[in-house]
């Protein structure tokens, strides 16, 4: 049975315990997030929480849903079997049922979309045809679609969420999330696809012509043009989730995600979620440990070409600390070894822990930056005179 592995590494950083309590200094969330029940504020770069509120409370996601089924179509993609230029025609049934039916592409059975037509009508104009027309003509219907959708929450770890629709139309509380979850979930599509990302995200207008016409698209998103490095994501609302938002902005390198559910007002939702990631920005501070890429440790290899493989981040790490604070900062890599070769150049391998004084502890995913194949015999000899002398 593998055993769990810890390395802990010192950081060479001026970062002394402040002479008073610490926890005094820890800046008070905004007053705007008072009438909002669920809400969470993690930097990506630490995974740091900032701000949390019953974060792995279930709640309907409404049209946040459809952030998932955006990644599926990212994944898709990135994996070759879905092309940008691919063209969709609806079936009669589809357009019976969602024609005009709340926010809508408009779509007709005389469309022709395309994937790239498609992923723009769901992130800008949240429209719910537009996820059905996706989901059936790609996987064949809308079962078989939300099942890739959860076999993706399975694989991202989003252990407290479950779809079974892809655009968060009512279904009876079968489609349900975290906040925890969907920032795993923002994480991912950001890190994963950053092309994809950035043309499909962020757009506050967007324009689509059809047979039914011109159809203007707008964002609801009240932060992009508003909060400056704002570029995504999602709102959602119906009358039994209320109003929700998963935003993010990044700015210098720094990326904040937040996650606000069951807000009872727009203006609400809008006035909490400016506040919100404006307070995550100016409140905390970075400290610069690791460039994305830069080696942050070494794991173990057994039976490989090499003895050891080095763990790099996919983003550039530093902790988060209150402003103008000093604070001892410890660091510590855990992953599940030994490790066995073959390992590919950029298998999820380690996490790193980073441990702010006061504060509870983020976690960095840590990849392999290199590829470590099966060991031949000459290898196998060299390693072991390495061994026998080191």
């Not at 357009?95 to 005009?100: Q, T």
């Not at 959708?149 to 489609?175: C, I, K, Q």
């Not at 606000?260 to 006035?271: C, E, H, I, M, N």
């Not at 070409?305 to 790099?312: C, G, K, Q, S």
Request: aromatic share 8%; glycine share 8%; net charge positive.
């Amino acid at each position: 049975m593998k055993s769990k592995v810890k390395f802990g590494l010192a950081l060479a950083l001026p970062v002394a315990a402040l002479a008073t309590p610490v926890s005094a200094a820890n800046p008070e969330p905004p007053a705007e997030l008072a009438p909002i029940p669920v809400s969470l504020l993690v930097d990506l770069g630490s995974g740091q929480v900032l701000e949390q509120r019953h974060p792995d409370t279930p709640f309907l996601p409404a049209s946040v849903t459809k952030v998932m089924t955006a990644y599926v179509a990212f994944e898709e993609i990135a994996a070759g079997r879905l092309s940008l230029d691919r063209v969709f025609q609806e079936r009669p049934e589809t357009e019976k049922e969602w024609f005009a039916k709340g926010t809508n592409m408009y779509l007709t059975v005389k469309d022709r979309p395309t994937t790239r037509d498609l992923l723009h009508g769901i992130l800008t104009q949240s429209a719910n045809d537009a996820c059905v027309v996706l989901a059936e003509g790609y996987a064949g219907s809308v079962p078989e679609w939300t099942a890739k959708m959860n076999d993706a929450a399975r694989r991202l770890g989003m252990t407290l969420s479950h779809y079974n629709t892809p655009n968060g139309w009512m279904d009876e509380g079968h489609t349900y999330v975290t906040a925890r979850d969907m920032v795993r979930l923002a994480d991912a599509m950001i890190t994963r696809h950053p092309k994809l990302y950035r043309e499909f995200s962020g757009h506050k207008r967007w324009y689509w012509k059809g047979v039914a016409g011109e159809v203007h698209m707008r964002s609801h998103d009240p932060i992009i043009g508003v909060v400056p490095g704002a570029d995504g994501i999602k709102t959602g609302y119906t009358r039994e989730a209320g109003y929700n938002f998963v935003g993010t902005a990044e700015r210098n390198g720094r990326r904040l995600v937040m996650v606000l559910a069951g807000s009872p007002t727009t203006p609400v939702r809008d006035k909490a979620a400016r506040a919100l990631i404006e307070w995550g920005f100016s409140a905390w501070t970075p400290r610069h440990l690791f460039d994305k890429g830069q080696p942050v440790a070494k794991a173990q290899v057994q039976d490989g070409d090499a003895l050891t493989v080095p763990l790099v981040a996919n983003r550039e790490v530093h902790a988060t600390l209150p402003k103008d604070s000093q604070r001892k900062i410890s660091l510590s890599v855990h992953y599940r070894g030994p490790l066995v070769a073959p390992i590919r150049k950029g298998d999820k391998i380690a996490d790193l822990t980073i441990q702010v004084q006061g504060l509870e502890p983020g976690q960095v995913p840590l990849f392999a930056g290199r590829d470590v194949g099966k060991a031949g015999t000459l290898d196998r000899l060299w390693n072991g005179l390495i061994t026998l002398f080191s």
